[in-house]
């Protein structure tokens, strides 16, 4: 394919150290909160969100979009997390429809208690080995290829769908 704009070797090089970066990364965090708390990341994540969240509580369908996770992955991560007696779903009075995910006191406390070696172990691999002025450029880094990733969703959400080739 000639039109394919292959990566130069700095870009490789920095594709291939980002790849390892994030999946080390992520198995740092997982095992330090197996570890320390008993719990996966995916399941702090879900506790962090809702603790965030006015009254502790947020739509299944919110918390989902927000963690980036399928529907099937947050029900059965929220399953789990209600029979810790961390979480318990709801539905809204005025919208039987739609169910709400609350964060109970034991989950918070749970939460109060996992975040401190949870927050260690992210200085400790993601911050301590950056300078002051290395962790400002990363953020802007980040910040700019997020804000490229929302700009193309919020052009794929406007765009009216492809047109059924059989229909035309």
Do not use: N
């Not at 970066?21 to 879900?46: V, W």
Request: aromatic share 6%; charged share 25%; with cysteine.
């Amino acid at each position: 394919m000639s039109g394919t704009r292959w990566l130069d070797e700095g870009e490789q090089r920095t594709w291939r150290s980002y790849l390892r970066t994030s999946q080390l990364l992520q198995e740092a965090l997982e095992r330090q909160l197996q570890r320390d708390s008993g719990m996966p990341h995916a399941y702090y994540m879900i506790l962090v969100v809702l603790s965030e969240s006015p009254g502790r509580t947020m739509t299944m369908t919110e918390l989902s979009a927000i963690l980036q996770y399928s529907v099937s992955r947050l029900s059965h991560a929220v399953s789990r997390l209600e029979e810790k007696g961390w979480v318990r779903r709801l539905k809204r009075p005025e919208d039987r429809r739609t169910t709400v995910a609350e964060l109970t006191d034991e989950g918070f406390a749970a939460l109060v208690e996992a975040a401190p070696g949870h927050v260690e172990e992210v200085r400790r691999v993601l911050f301590d080995p950056l300078t002051p002025g290395q962790v400002r450029q990363f953020g802007e880094i980040l910040d700019t290829i997020l804000s490229a990733f929302e700009c193309q969703r919020a052009a794929e959400a406007e765009r009216p769908p492809a047109l059924d080739a059989a229909a035309q």
